[in-house]
Each structure stands twice: as C-alpha cells, then as structure tokens.
C-alpha cells in the first residue's frame, strides 16, 4: 500500500532553520582555532620558482607543497588536482599554500605579503586541448553516407555559478588523535577518503560529522575534498583546530561551477525527409583539472538524445582543458547541456523541414521498449504523451501558441521534454558505491537508522525518515535519524546524482521491511542492509555501452515569456511542469526541488552571466553575478503523475536533477516565438537578445 | 589607528569636521561595502570616521513656505517612502533602490556623497533641480546637486563640510521614468532615463530629459532642453531629439553590461516616452 502523498509533514530541521538556532559550520565556535587563509597563485599557467613567505610572527604558520605527508594529490574522480600548487600553476588562484594563525587581520597582511617568482607559459583559454574523449555508435552511422540532406548547428551554453546560500567552509580539529571535521558538504566520506589519502592514514583516524549545511547544488561535492586535504596537511605539523571560511567574492572566484560547453549536431535525412541518424559531439570546458569532468561527459554524452531514439548514432565528446578553475558537479551534471542543444536542434530542425516542431518532435519520442542511445533498454512504462497532455492542458499551451505565433507578438510560449537517468552511471551502483545501510532497535522499540546523506536544504532528512516511520508503521518520535557522522554511519554514498531517494530511500525501506520482520518486543536488534541492484543493469564504461541507469525519471516543462522591445528584457509570464518521478512520498518537498530546479534553470537560461577573461570570472559578486529573486520568477504550477518504480522506496525515483534539465529549452524555445530568432546560445541576457532582434539575417 | 567619532549634536559634528579630514558615514550601505575585507574582520578605514547616521537633528521631511520639500540629511529612505509630501516621482525612484532592508539604512544624502554614475536618485535630483545645504563651522552654502557632483566620486564638499539637508524644489512637471537592471529588484542600474514636462494649451512649456548610468555622472543637457521648450507638443521631433542627445550618451562595457545595449537602450527608451509624452497631448 503506497502511502499517501498528499499529506506533506513537517519537515523536521524547520523549526531550528527558520529560527536561526541551526548550527552551521560558520557558526561552531572552538577556543583556539585558528584560521586558515589560501595563498593563490597570481598567473595562469607557468612554473612556481619560488614562494617568498614574510617573516611570520609567533604562532603563524605557512602550510605548502612542502608539508605534504604522502600524496600531494586531491582524492576527486580523477585525481590529477594537487592539494597544493607545487612545481606549477595551472589557474590564476590556484592555492599554493596556507598562511594559518589566530588573528584573521594579520593573516591577511601576511598572505597580501606572500608572493612567488614565476616561468610563465602560454596560458589556453579557449576548448581546443583535450584531455579526456569519449565516443560510441548506435546502429550503422555508415548507413549516414546515403543521406539525401545534412542539417547541421551548434549549441552554447554558459558557466553557472551555484550560489548556495552558505558559503564553502570547514573546521578541522584534533578529538585525542582522531582528525575531525566539520564542514559545509554534500558528501562526508568524499571528504574523509580525501584526509586519508593525501596523509596515507588509518579510516579510523578520521571523522567526518555533518553540521547544518546551507545549499549545495554540486558545488559542495568535491570542492571540499580539496579544503580537507589541505587543512589535514596543515593539522599534522600545527595541531591545532583550524577554520577556513570563504567570503562570497572568493567562493565565487576560486571554487568549481557548471562547465561551459559547445555542442555540435548533424542530422542526416533519406530523401523522405526522415532522419536516419545524427551525429553529435559535445565539448565541455573542465577547466585546469580533470576532476569528475570526464563522468559529467559522459552524462553529457548519455543524454545526447533526451527523449528521442534514432536508429543511428555517432556520438563523440571531448572535455577540454583550459587554464581556468576547474569546472566541476552542479545540478544536471552535464545533461543539461547536451538536453539544451537536442531540444533546440530537434525545433530547428523541424522549421529546416517545414513542418510543426511538436509533431515533428513527437514522431521521435522514446517508447517503452526502445533502445536507448547506449544500446540499452528502457524497460520501465514511459508515460511521456500524458505528461505532455497534462502539461498542455495546464498552461492552455495550444491557443497560447497559436495566439503568440502573430509576428510582433513578443510572447512565446516552450515545451521542453526531458529525462533524467537516476544513481550512478550505469551498475556503479553495485560496483562503485556499494551502499550498506545500519539499522538497530533497542529494547524500547526506539529504531536508530544511519545513512552518509546530507541535507543541504532538499528535505531528505524528513522524507527517509518518513520511509521508515511508513514501513515500520510505528510513531514518529520512535524512529531517530540524525546527520551523518562517518564513526556512526556506513556509507550510503554521496549526496548526488538525484540517488537519495531512489537508492538511499529503496535501501531504508527495505532495511526497514526486514527489521519488521524478524521484530522481537524488549530485544535490541541490529540489521546492516547491503544495496543490491537490478540484476539486468549492465554497463561498460570504457565503451559506453550498456544501460547507462537503473531507472529514469521524466518530466514535460512548459514556459511563457515576453519580451520588452524597448529595453529587450525577457520577463517569464507562467511555468507550468509535469514529472514522473515514480511514486511521490511528499509532495510537498517535491514542490520545493520543482520550484527550485526550475528556477534555477530558468536563471541559467536567461540572467546568470559569468564570463571569463583572460582566466579570471568578472562576475564575482551577487550584485554582478545575478540569480534570480522572487519578483522574477511567476507563479509555477507543477503536477506529478504516479508510475511506480520497483525499486524505489515506495515506487520513488529521483528528482533533484530532472527538475533543472528542462527549462533552459523551454525558456529558449518561448522566446524563439516571442522574437522570431533561433536561440542556439544561454545565456539569453538582454544584451545578447538585442543583438538577436536586430540580426537582420 | 582609525577614530570613530559619534557626535551628539550637528554642532559637535561640525566642529570635529572642523579639525578632521575624515569620511562622513550615514547609513553605511556603501562606505561598509567598500571597505569590507573579509568575515569576521572589521572594515579598513584609511581615515577616521564620524558617523552622523543616528543625528536626530538632521531626520526630518517639512515643507517650506514656498511647497519646497526640506529633507534633513539623515532621513533614510524608508522614512521617505512613508512620507505624504515627498513626491511621487522620487518614491517611484527609490522603490526600485535596492531592497527594503537597505532602505532602512540608506540615506538619499549618501547617494548623493558617493557620487556613483549609478545612483539612481541623482537622476530626478539633477532633473528637477534639487540642491543641497552644505555647512561647517563658518558658515553654510547651498549647491545645485548638478553643480556638488563633479564626476565619478569627485564632489564639490570641502572636507570641513557637511551636507545637512536636501531641497526638492516645487516643480509642476509631468515624469516618465524606467530603469533598467538584470533584474527585477535588487539591481545596480544598467540604464536610466527620466523625462519631465509640463504642457499647457498643447506647448511643451517645460521639457527635460536625464539618464543614469550611462556618463560619468547624470547626463541632462539644458542647451538641448531649451530648444524645445515652449513649442508645440505636435512640432517636437523626435528624432531630432534622439540625435542632440546621441552623442552625449557615452557609456561604457563593464561586468554588468556593455555599452552597445546601454546605448541602445537610452535611446530606445528616451523615443518611447517622446512618443508617450506627444500621445498625451489630448489627455
């Protein structure tokens, strides 16, 4: 019996959140820390000849290169980022050291003090060095040499920057010889792996417990592995509590954003006009290091094809590296790149054709059962037609198309339809994460679940809860579950890749069922639940072959603007969405990762403008790096339709992501109608729309 | 080492002003920005500072005998909003001025003392000819705000000297105002452009234009303006106005916009309310 998702609770960190009594990690107050100050470098790429350090007063310190205990390397995906800039630099503020003492004032003096000598070398800004490729086929793109027309276009999209409201910060502190940390994070064992490897010490040295956190959004998922590591280096020679807290100017200057890209998009037609494949290569700008850049390709390259199938695929791409800050996780993490430039291409292409883009659209919709561009199945129901139905009889999209289709009208009204694959790529699941979930009861009947994920503001401490108070089917306050803390939990995994709910959530509510089971009144019991996955999954990563998720969640975003002919200022008018995220266990919550992801979307489609120059953002404060407020954004109407997924709690799959992937093609797609222009870039500023509306091409 | 002087009285104040060169804080919405360093680390003044912010003296809105609108330097903006007697166009303006906490804090007195190319309430300053009060211990001067400006963050206050009220002198003119930032609240200006006029019996007896954010300071053009005052509202070409003013627009690319569009758009908006103000005619 599916629990009733109409009734939202409360959720359970509320309270101490809107009072402010939430004790965030800027907020932790310990005798004698000391703070710690990043020393960065100053040029873009060269060789470090030499750091000169000021005489430093008593009690301050310089951490570098030097104090390196065993690896001076930062445990990320692919871990080519030092924990301290040694022999070179390869980004202006790369952190080269740490000037570490009581008074934050002198600290700053001292760092304004500390200079190096450089070798400069050519710095590459542009995408045209790659360091990680990717490709693979589907079907028989040599069948492509027959094509009676070839259409081709490119695609841009910009940084994003993730503004979560809580800035990067962590404090590290000695507890007897155990290393622990408290940190702004998404992911508490990224960061105690990272302390371990760089100071090639026990697990059981480190701790990692999880404070209040205020947004994440990606930004916090690797970034702070880098922190940890260069604190941990520093704790070993100073002993001492050390806090390191970014200003927002610096946080969002030096810290990872959602890479740029350019996606290019060949569709090769028979003479019939349909398509016989396409060929599409998408290119994303990873900054200085590899990082986790080459698994957000390959999510790039996975959703190159959104909710379409075609017999046949070239699919290639490449992840460059740039002298610039590493382009590292943020919401989509990749698909919403490669989601931007199919839908746009799908539209265009049809206006090449002649013919109606949502029909033409439709024609290429994935079915169930359809093969998907890895070679995979989608095996599970696919109710994409109701969704779009819903979605259009919500927004009243056809009169409103029909209506703005008059030249002059300035209003558009988009569709976008869009997919988000949900855990890990492919079985990384079962081969990579291996989550492993405790859950104990003692004699009072009082059940004690631990899971390593964060709440960062989604909700999620109150919606597994709630998969467990709903499978026991015993009182709320009979069930605790607090924040991670890496000495009480196993992992879960990492607080990403839309997993809570469909792996964690699965995960608790099968732990629970089984805790039900064999439940024994006045006894202590204790069960540790290991994840198993769908035993069909089955990917190759190095081929990209195979099927690429364990379930996908689906959703319709529909999205009317206007545009002011006079100051080119696009104003959204409505947003109205329709998801299948599997079975919803609180709607409410799930209204709020709507609203939000959308939102957010929407400002990465049309206001948020970070541009690099020269390798440096020029946008590094909020009144220069601009989100959109509550007056920009109108009211968004959101519907979910029920389709159960075995294995979810509950039927629930994920949401986080599938919310933001949409909304940048609707949004370019009403503002296509609105200004009579194809939009192949985003950001769509003003001033990128009046150079459209006075393109006479 | 930086002293923070509170006075008790405007006289207390003058008389430190007196013997001092020192920054003169109000709100401090923009001095404490400007001199932030970092969290948890006190702002870098390199000159003492007094703070004249909570002078009870200097808070009040009264009108003259002549309906001058008299505003004490101290007011903040908040007060000013609430105020039945500050015109319409100036809270038009000031609504769109930052957030509502801000202007709880934020005096009219300190946009005017930053000089910024972007303060938006210079614009209906300039335009309907407002002026301020300075004073110090010898004696006192009254200052066209267009004539205390003198470019960016250049003003004409000698550093004994304090402006201790503002003067919106009683005018009789129409307004047409927009301003353009990234988005819809909370936005440093892009462009802005504000047009008053007066019209009797079908001539434009009163007609003058200004734009922020698009000079060094508010650009208004008396020579331009004069030449179509007193003609009849249906001769006013427009596009003979666009063209005085194009040349005098010279703004500039920085990280929130460029100066194609900054551009682009005075002008945009300057023939909109032209062709606004010409449609008026039979109101």
Known sequence: MLPNYKTSVKKVDNEDKMSGLAIFTGDIQMDGALFALPVRSTISYGKIKEIHVPTLPEGYYFISAKDIVKENVCNIIVSDWPVFADKETHYKGETMGLIIGPDKDVCIDLVNKTYADYEEYEPVYEMKNSYVHKEFKKGDPSLFNGAAKVYSEEFETGYQEQIYLETQAMLMYLDGDKITVKASMQCPFYIHKAICRTLGCKEDKVRVIQPAVGGAFGGKEHYPSLMAAQLATAIVKIKKPLFMCFDRHEDITFTTKRHPSKTNISAYLDKNNEIIGLKIHVGIDGGAYIGCSMVVLSRALIACTNTYTFANLEVSGDAYCTNKVPSAAYRGFGSPQSIFAIEMFMKHLAGFLRVDALEFRNKYLVKTGDITCTSGVFRDPIILKPLMDKAMEMSDYKRKREEYSKPGSLRGIGISTFLHGCGFTGSGESTIINAQLKIKKDKNGIVTFYTSQVDFGQGNRTTLKRIVVDTLGIPEDHVIYDAPDTDKTLSTGPTAASRTIIIVGGLCAKAAQHLKEIWVDGEEQEIVEPYVGPSYIKWDEDTMQGDAYPGYAWGVNIVEVEVDPVTYELSILGTWSTYDVGHAIDERILVGQADGGLAQALGWAYLENEVAENGVFKQTKMSDYVIPTSLDMPHMETAFIDNPFPYGAFGAKGAGELTFVGGAPALADALEQAIGKKVNKIPATPEFIMELMNDED | ?283
């Open chain 2, 1 to 283: 080492m930086i002293n923070h002087y509170v006075p008790t009285s405007l006289n207390d104040a003058l008389k430190y002003l007196s013997t001092h060169d020192c920054y003169i804080m109000s709100g401090g919405t923009d001095l404490m920005v400007q001199k932030h360093v970092s969290s948890l680390v006190l702002p870098r003044f390199d000159k003492d500072v007094l703070y004249v912010g909570e002078l009870k003296e200097l808070q009040y809105i009264k009108e003259d005998k002549d309906g001058n609108i008299l505003i004490g330097a101290e007011t903040k903006y908040a007060d000013l909003l609430l105020s039945p007697i500050v015109p319409e166009i100036y809270k038009t303006v000031i609504k769109e001025i930052a957030s509502p906490n801000i202007r709880n804090m934020a005096t009219m007195v300190g946009n005017i003392g930053n000089a910024s190319p972007a303060g938006d309430s210079l614009v209906p300053l300039i335009l309907n000819d407002a002026e301020v009060v300075l004073k110090s211990v010898n004696g006192e001067r009254v200052l066209k705000v267009s004539e205390y400006i003198l470019g960016v963050k250049k003003t004409a206050r000698k550093n004994d000297e304090i402006i201790v009220e503002i003067r919106l002198l009683k005018q009789n003119l129409r307004y047409l105002y927009r301003k353009v930032g990234a988005r819809k609240a909370e936005s440093i200006t892009k462009v802005s452009c504000l047009v008053g006029y007066q019209i009797k019996e079908k001539k434009l007896i009163d007609f003058r234009v200004a734009f922020g954010s698009v000079g060094v300071t508010i650009i208004r053009n008396l020579e331009i303006e004069n030449k179509y005052k007193n003609i009849e509202v249906k001769d006013l070409d427009v596009d003979r106005v666009i063209s005085d003013y194009y040349q005098l627009v010279t703004p500039i690319d920085d990280q929130r916009s460029n100066k194609e569009y900054r551009h682009k758009v005075a002008m945009n908006l300057l023939r909109k309310f032209l062709l606004e103000l010409k449609g008026g005619i039979d109101e």
